[in-house]
């Protein structure tokens, strides 16, 4: 989890939804600094369970759901578009297809 602090500084966020993975002291700890809930629910091998939001943890298997198609469409997964406007339209393309199907 050492890549994770680069990821989140100089970011706001009002929350961050993610799986047991990430339940460390050190980051519920940097969230609540930050005045962010933390939607991520506690490891079986915790002493002190602590509440999460569990409808909006729900919320975390749809977004992976989402990327896991979006996935499937290679320029969009690796980015071969050469300008932010073409990779911007191709995303609309392939939200609307997948909003379709």
Known sequence: M?????LIRGVPFGAL????TFDANWLLEELDQRGAT??????ANREHK?????????WRHLFENYFAKVK???G???RHDKTD?????NWNLVATLIALR
């Open 2 to 6: 050492t890549g994770v602090a680069p």
């Open 17 to 20: 939804l993610a799986d047991k």
């Open 38 to 43: 933390a939607v991520i629910p506690p490891k």
């Open 50 to 58: 602590r509440n999460y939001d569990a409808d909006a943890y729900g």
């Open 72 to 74: 499937e469409f290679r």
């Open 76 to 78: 969009i997964a690796t």
């Open 85 to 89: 406007s073409s990779y911007a339209a």
